[in-house]
């Protein structure tokens, strides 16, 4: 049987190096320039750097080595492949903004430094993982930890986080750890933002025993397609019909005045969605002709 041989996508390549190039303006520009700390292997270079006197450029590839080839049991392939791109990309370009010298006037306001330094970590960190690449470094940590201890990604992230972010108390005070702290929040939704498009989309699930009458008037009211599901209540054993419906936050007010007439004792469940690739969504409904 033949290997499978490993391609790379020429946009996603582009994109990624765009991803590291907005995250490594951000990080020389508003983190070293301003001594805002940051957590995972980027907040370790910055001990180093503060502490050593070691380019975060040299640093960032040197810690990553490593950990390429303790990723290699826990990442695919080709996220594997992405991911030492981003890092040499992050790299070079850290290393480039230093000796470039760009300089942005925010009259040494420590809050704007934070909320910018937030903004472009998170635009460009969302950029690389929507192309399919990672940032590294604590990333493939956490994802060990989740294969060796069972300990959830997002925890294992927050643990390093929050260790890197208090050894960082070493190089600089409380006042910058709180401004820190805010670029964090920032980042985390700017991150998610940017990874999920943009848009807001909800699940609805409704347990309801008049689902072949809300099914079809939410599809004629609300415009949106309506899926149904075959459940088994637990207690009563019965066969229900369950609807599923993917809408935006303003049309899941619309849905529960429709059920609320229809039938108020429903069940309902309100779920947020990643993504979602389909009619209405990630590609426009042909209109419905009026005349």
């Known amino acids: 049987m033949k290997k499978r041989r490993l391609t790379f996508n020429p946009v996603n390549l582009l994109m990624i190096a765009l991803g590291t190039a907005i995250y490594s303006f951000g990080f020389v520009e508003f983190n070293m320039g301003n001594d805002l700390a940051e957590g995972g292997v980027s907040g370790i270079t910055l001990i180093a750097h503060a502490l050593l006197g070691i380019n975060p450029a ?3 590839l040197l810690l990553n080595i490593p950990l390429f080839f303790l990723g290699y049991k826990y990442l695919g392939k080709s996220s594997l492949a992405y991911t030492i791109y ?11 903004f230093q000796k470039l010298s ?27 993982f929507r192309f399919g690449g990672t940032s590294g470094g604590s990333d493939i ?30 190089y600089i005070d409380i006042k ?21 498009g943009g848009y807001t989309v909800r699940g609805m699930i409704i347990i309801t025993d008049k689902a072949t009458e809300a099914g079809p008037r939410i599809m004629e009211e609300i415009e949106r397609g309506a899926t149904y599901l075959n459940g088994e209540g637990v207690y009563s054993g019965l066969d229900k019909k369950i609807l599923y419906i993917v809408l935006s936050p303003q049309e899941i007010v619309e849905v529960k005045k429709i059920m609320a007439q229809i039938d108020p004792n429903a069940f309902i469940s309100i779920i947020n969605v990643h993504e979602v690739v389909g009619s209405g969504f990630s590609y426009e409904v042909k209109k419905k002709k009026i005349f």
């Open 58 to 60: 040299y640093t960032q």
């Open 86 to 96: 981003a890092t040499f990309c992050m790299s070079f370009f850290i290393y480039l």
């Open 102 to 128: 760009i300089q942005i006037d925010i009259g040494g306001d420590f809050l704007i430094a934070a909320i910018l330094a937030g903004t472009f970590a998170g635009i460009g960190t969302g950029i690389i």
């Open 141 to 170: 940590v956490a994802k060990v930890f989740e294969e060796k201890r069972g300990i959830q990604l997002g925890q294992a992230l927050l643990l390093i986080d929050v260790l890197v972010l208090l050894a960082s108390l070493s």
């Open 176 to 196: 910058h750890m709180m401004y820190t702290l805010i670029a964090s929040f920032v980042f985390s939704n700017v991150v998610d933002l940017v990874q999920s």
